[in-house]
Nanobody
Framework: QVQLVESGGGLVQAGGSLRLSCAASGSFRNINAMCWYRQAPGKQREMVATVSLREDTKYADSVTGRFTITRDNGENTVEIQMSSLKPEDRAVYYC???????????????WGQGTQVTVSS
């Protein structure tokens, strides 16, 4: 069974920083894209940052310049460094991975359970 486990969430003051990490484990051949999404109360889940297998990155406009996504293919992890945090960044942050499986080289998508980030003003 494939699992994505997030860690690093917590409470931080506005202007502060947090680093979230996500570790993938289980049976898969490789990881294609890895992403961070977030969902604030009463709002739809939105993409925050994406990093491809080639390490191309994309960011939501709201976090560009403040967040940085990185991946470690050897450890099957993805991290997001969040700086200059704002109250609007409060949300549950979810790890997402597009995995290449052994069987027929199929791709499957998996989500972590999420980690809470709270930003106080």
């Amino acid at each position: 069974q494939v699992q994505l486990v997030e860690s690093g969430g917590g409470l931080v003051q506005a202007g502060g920083s947090l680093r979230l990490s996500c570790a993938a484990s289980g049976s898969f051949r490789n990881i294609n894209a890895m992403c961070w999404y977030r969902q604030a109360p009463g709002k739809q889940r939105e993409m925050v940052a994406t990093v491809s297998l080639r390490e191309d990155t994309k960011y939501a406009d709201s976090v560009t310049g403040r967040f940085t996504i990185t991946r470690d293919n050897g450890e099957n992890t993805v991290e997001i460094q969040m700086s200059s945090l704002k109250p609007e960044d409060r949300a549950v942050y979810y790890c997402y991975a597009d995995l290449l499986m052994y069987r027929n080289d199929e791709t499957h998508n998996y989500w972590g359970q999420g980690t809470q980030v709270t930003v106080s003003s």
